[in-house]
């Protein structure tokens, strides 16, 4: 089991950035992956951008080239760069961890993208 907070979410015009942060309960060395997803107003969830142990990454199409996953094992911390965001990337942001059949989420954090 593991406790994820999710922190860095805010207000931002739009072609700013920010930096989301997951913060686990434990270590995430053994993590097999975890991921940003996000669920906007009426939308279901969708994947953003995922990392695995051997730190490969996989993205949406749409964010590609403008968000940037990472993994800090000592600090038992997943980032999310968001560069050049756009109204449409206004969501809440959810951290999932994914550990063996389990996966387990935060409690998600607001980014707002202003036009």
């Known amino acids: 089991q593991v406790q994820l907070v999710e922190s860095g979410g805010g207000l931002v015009q739009a072609g700013g950035s920010l930096r989301l942060s997951c913060a686990a309960s434990r270590s995430i060395f053994s993590i097999n992956a975890m ?38 094992n000592a600090k038992n911390t997943v980032y999310l760069q968001m560069n050049s965001l756009k109204p449409e990337d206004t969501a809440v942001y959810y951290c999932n961890a994914a550990v063996g059949l389990f996966g387990f989420w935060g409690q998600g954090t607001q980014v707002t993208v202003s036009s």
């Open 35 to 72: 991921g940003w997803y996000r669920q906007a107003p009426g939308k279901q969830r969708e994947l953003v951008a995922s990392i695995a142990s051997d730190t490969s990454t996989n993205y949406a199409d749409s964010v590609k080239g403008r968000f940037t996953i990472s993994r800090d």
